[in-house]
């Protein structure tokens, strides 16, 4: 069965630091690849996607995340945080149409 | 541009009670969505409609319909609502459909039965 791990339900970080969130997927074949955060009272808005090709795929608001076929894996990134980043952070598999599958989220907290 | 809205942002409601979750997109998008949120789990399908005139059940579909009105309409109904469905209920939209295409949200409904 298919299913997305987010290893990380909480993370601290101060601002300016590096932040990394991971994401390990279970899938057959390589699967449609998505980040969102959401921001507290808010929908899910999309970070960035990989479909294929370029294993480094950057995205808004400075973020970035890396495709390793070998560890089935999708970490995002982002160099320098900002306070703004305090959010929470879904990675997401699509795996045929409609079915997306959502990790259970890590809730980030950006410290002064 | 205000792509996916919903109504109502909150709701309390009493156990058996229904109502219904209103949602509408401006995207000109073929396919809808319902997800419900709860903590520690993500976000979880309940239903989807791939174009107008078509619905399809999701992962947790039970104790839920849906209605395609149109192409820019998809509501979620609750007949006779349960503590268990006290939940934020997520919209989305996407264009054409499929893996590929990202979903676009609306902020939510959130929804306590007592």
């Known amino acids: 069965a298919q299913s997305v791990t987010q290893p990380d339900i909480h993370i601290t970080v101060s601002e300016g630091a590096s932040l990394e969130l991971r994401c390990n997927y279970s899938?057959?074949?390589?699967?449609?690849l998505f980040w969102y955060v959401q921001s507290p009272g808010q929908g899910l808005q999309l970070l960035l996607k990989?479909?294929?090709?370029?294993?480094l795929v950057q995205g808004i608001k400075g973020f970035e995340a890396e495709f390793k076929r070998s560890q089935s894996s999708f970490n995002l990134r982002k160099p320098s945080v900002h306070w703004s980043d305090a959010a929470e952070y879904f990675c997401?598999?699509?795996?045929?149409?409609?079915?997306?599958?959502f990790g259970a989220g890590t809730q980030v907290v950006v410290t002064p | 541009n205000a792509g996916v809205t919903q109504t109502p942002k909150f709701q309390v409601l009493k156990t058996g009670q229904s109502m219904t979750l209103q949602c509408a997109q401006d995207?000109?998008?073929?396919?809808m969505y319902w997800y419900r949120q709860d903590p520690g789990m993500g976000l979880r399908l309940i239903y989807y409609?791939?174009?107008?005139?078509?619905?399809d059940k999701g992962e947790v579909p039970n104790g839920y319909n849906v209605s395609r009105l149109n192409k820019r309409e998809f509501s979620l109904r609750l007949e006779s609502a349960a503590p268990s469905q006290t939940s934020v209920y997520f919209c989305?939209?996407?264009?054409?459909?499929?893996?590929?295409?990202?979903?676009?949200f609306g902020n939510g409904t959130r929804l306590t039965v007592t």
């Open positions: 989305a939209s996407s264009d054409p459909g499929g893996a590929s295409s990202p979903l676009h």
């Open positions: 899938y057959g074949a390589t699967p449609y």
């Open positions: 990989y479909f294929s090709g370029d294993t």
């Open positions: 997401a598999v699509a795996h045929s149409w409609g079915k997306f599958q």
């Open positions: 995207m000109n998008h073929n396919s």
């Open positions: 409609s791939a174009s107008e005139g078509t619905t």
